[in-house]
């Protein structure tokens, strides 16, 4: 074992364990963590959608800048952000 961690948290113990090569055999069920990073990345995108997308006229375009119709902008943004993770 490379690092090792005890955590409290609600009510229960956590042990983490980092391997250098990874574990001799897998523990049965990861779902708490697989479940921890599904709602961590479908909140971000539904925060985001929100913030930006549903008031598009106020913080995704500045029409002193741009005279950008509501669907162009969120395109426009849709399109970067996938060329990004291209």
Known sequence: IKGDLWAVHGGGFYEVAKYQNGPEKMPHTLHWFKWE??????????????LYYVGADVYLIDNSKSELSKFAAIGAS???????YG
């Open 37 to 50: 990073a599904y709602t961590t990345w479908i909140t971000g995108v539904l925060l985001f959608s929100l």
């Open 78 to 84: 849709l399109g970067f952000i996938g060329l990004g």
